[in-house]
Every structure is written in structure tokens, then in C-alpha cells.
């Protein structure tokens, strides 16, 4: 199933086989400013979702695959809600 194109980067590669975005190096930490586990400060997903105004599905997504591309107006939400700036959410990880 071919990706969302509004949700891929201009510059990315597509694998002409499956649609899919082969990788850029590009990477975000949600999970780290996420609860993982009741009690450990942070705020759940849903609550992220709730003040992000994204829906909770596409928060969960995104906590399950680091490497699952962004748009702007999403990492733009998550940076509010969160109080972070987008290099504490992204950093790009050279596999070359």
C-alpha cells in the first residue's frame, strides 16, 4: 500500500515495489516524551493526543515505529503541546 505523500518528505526515496519510504536517517523520540508505564511523569498518549489536537491513533503509530515519517503540521502540534523545540523530537542518524 502506497504512503500518504502528504506525510513524506519532498526529498525522500520511494521504493518503486511497495510505495514504502526507504530510509533517510531521519528519526523522532515521541516516545520519549511519552508514558510508558503508569507513574513515570510524563503524559500518556492519549493526553498527547487530546492536546496535540491528533488523533490518538496516529500518536500510537508514531510511538511504535521511530522511523514513520512526520508532517510539519504534526511535528508542529507535538512540539506545542509538549513544550519541546523539533530537535529535541528529530535527529537525523547517518547509516552510511
Not at 508514558?35 to 500518536?59: C, F, L, M
Not at 512526520?70 to 528529530?90: D, F, R, V, Y
Amino acid at each position: 500500500m502506497p504512503q500518504d505523500l502528504r506525510t513524506v518528505p519532498r526529498d525522500a526515496i520511494i521504493d518503486p515495489q511497495d510505495g514504502s519510504v526507504i530510509d533517510m536517517g531521519l528519526r523522532h523520540h515521541l516516545h520519549d516524551f511519552v508514558s510508558q508505564e503508569d507513574g513515570d511523569g510524563k503524559p500518556t498518549k492519549y493526553r498527547v493526543a487530546k492536546d496535540a489536537q491528533i488523533s490518538p491513533n496516529t500518536i500510537y503509530r508514531l510511538t511504535a515505529d521511530a522511523e514513520k515519517p512526520m508532517s510539519w503540521t504534526i511535528i508542529g502540534k507535538l512540539c506545542s503541546a509538549l513544550n519541546i523545540q523539533p530537535g529535541e523530537l528529530l535527529s537525523y542518524e547517518d547509516d552510511g
